[in-house]
């Protein structure tokens, strides 16, 4: 059932391109147009949706930070995202207009239902984004979009991840639709784009040699840093989660421009530091300042990885190693970005003896709080 790989976790990783076609599969009509007909909250409620609120955990809170860059530029709806165990604490303002979105593989993580239930509770309509039909978040809740990555086996969540990236892509894609925004000719081609993504994640899967050799190569070292920019922050987080839950290693993930405020004192030599870098093209501000953060810490003693778009020469000079991934618009390199990251982590904790599909300590649903 593994398919011929080791584990299902390389299996899943092989699996995404598949995954995420088929979360796209009959959601985008003959005229470049999404038809989300399945959320069945109708587009009257959503003209008047004042407020978006994303609730998850683990990888799923990385796609809701994902999700929120996305929602807010193509909607113009303000978006919170919230860790789900800390969201019904805090007292939260909620009301009829607010939507609620709960992104969840399983469908029973206990967090994210509590969550789900107290924003129901005061009145707020809650979209589930999940990958198992019947589970527990999609019936309690309002609608729901399912992602079709198929089961996921492995503890740690890969192609679940791109399919929930899909799936929110095309939440915001729809609302700005509904709602008509000035991005309107932007959200055609973006639509457009996603369709070729897939082909994207299956070649970036065909490069991926290098980044594990690169990774055999580290498994003695202590840490990993991880640092991104815009929907790069989210990826650096996700690449740290997931070295730490399958390779046991200190790993950290940072926003980029609070290097200087912190944890810039971190870095020494060989200090290994992966760095996603946001595409030179758009908001290519970004870019450049990431190069100078990347000069920087390089001239601190960090051995710099370096995951930046085919075509990107300005990094060529500061990365040790250099890793390609292929242009994307800006807000979906997320889709690309994060896949050398999976292999990274799954290669390190095999150089390193662990279980990879059964991390010590982790469950793959927590059905508790
Ligand atoms: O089933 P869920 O998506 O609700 O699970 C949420 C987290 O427990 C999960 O993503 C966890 O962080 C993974 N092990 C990460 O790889």
Redesign the pocket.
Known sequence: EKGGYDYFMLKEIAEQPKAVADTLLGRIDANGRLTLDEVRIPDAVLRETDKIVIV??????HAGMIAKYAIEHWTRIPCEVELASEFRYRDPILNPRTLVVA???????M??LMALRHAREQGSKVLAIC??NGST?PRESDAVLYTHAGPEVA????K??LT?LVACYLVALYLGQVRGTKWGDEITSVIQELADISRQVDQVLETMEPVRELARSLKDKNTVLFLGRHVGYPVALEGA??LK?LAYMHAEGFAAGELKHGPIALIEDDLPVVVVVPSPRGRSVLHDKIVSNIQEIRARGARTIVIAEEGDEAVVPYADHLIRIPATPVLLQPLVSTVPLQVFACELATARGNEVDQPRN?A???TVE
């Open positions: 998850a955990c683990g990888t799923a809170f992104i969840s593989q399983s469908g029973e993580t967090d994210t990958n198992t978040i503890v740690a969540s890969t679940a991840f929930q989660l997931k839950e982790l793959k649903s927590v």
